[in-house]
T-cell receptor
Framework: DAGVIQSPRHEVTEMGQEVTLRCKPI?????LFWYRQTMMRGLELLIY????????DSGMPEDRFSAKMPNASFSTLKIQPSEPRDSAVYFC??????????FGPGTRLLVL | QKEVEQDPGPLSVPEGAIVSLNCTYS??????FMWYRQYSRKGPELLMY????GNKEDGRFTAQVDKSSKYISLFIRDSQPSDSATYLC????????????FGQGTRLTINP
């Protein structure tokens, strides 16, 4: 199994630009999670989906953040407009109802 | 008060030492307890998973849960330089596809 796939692995952008992060969950996993990790705040859950439906988006910091899951094998996290304080590592994770979460390698985002 | 408290360290010990990593939590509704290991510039990977009080052993690793004290521990015996990583505790209210709350992570270095 290829595991959770995230792209891009690194992203450098300028403040105000739109950023789109992508995730392909493990085949057969019907839950998908987006996290953000910083030194100051640790690993924070942003949003999670069950069967492509957003269940809890209470961790999404602002309206500038949005996430979609159009089908079982693809999800996006979009930041528009991006700000320097959005710089972090963004992780996607997936799971089945009876297993715990498996994480992707992360996307390192730097907003200048 | 944070839902999960974990000493961020850093913790540095000599090779072969026994390592003890700990987390406390505040909500007695949490029923599932996990330890993740995260190597530098990688995603967290599941190390141990338990849902009952007591000890669970896997090779050199032992996870301990004390629900009455809301305290969880991870012990590493005969520590190796390859164990150098950040260790995150994670707790959840149900198995699988539910929210996990992560500790801050403890950065561990094993010195040869």
């Amino acid at each position: 199994d290829a595991g959770v796939i995230q792209s891009p692995r690194h992203e450098v952008t300028e403040m105000g630009q739109e950023v789109t992060l992508r995730c392909k969950p493990i085949s057969g996993h019907n839950s998908l999670f987006w996290y953000r990790q910083t030194m100051m705040r640790g690993l924070e859950l942003l949003i999670y989906f069950n069967n492509n439906v957003p269940i809890d988006d209470s961790g999404m910091p602002e309206d500038r953040f949005s996430a979609k899951m159009p089908n079982a094998s693809f999800s996006t996290l979009k930041i528009q407009p991006s700000e320097p304080r959005d710089s972090a590592v963004y992780f996607c994770a997936s799971s089945t109802p009876v297993e715990t979460q498996y994480f992707g390698p992360g996307t390192r985002l730097l907003v200048l | 008060q944070k839902e999960v408290e974990q000493d961020p360290g850093p913790l540095s010990v000599p090779e072969g030492a026994i390592v003890s990593l700990n987390c406390t939590y505040s909500n007695s509704a949490f029923q599932y307890f996990m330890w993740y290991r995260q190597y530098s510039r990688k995603g967290p990977e599941l190390l141990m998973y338990t849902y009952s009080s007591g000890n669970k052993e896997d090779g050199r690793f032992t996870a301990q849960v004390d629900k009455s004290s809301k305290y969880i521990s991870l012990f590493i015996r005969d520590s190796q330089p390859s164990d150098s990583a950040t260790y995150l505790c994670a707790i959840g209210m149900a198995s699988g596809a539910q929210k996990l709350v992560f500790g801050q992570g403890t950065r561990l270095t094993i010195n040869p």
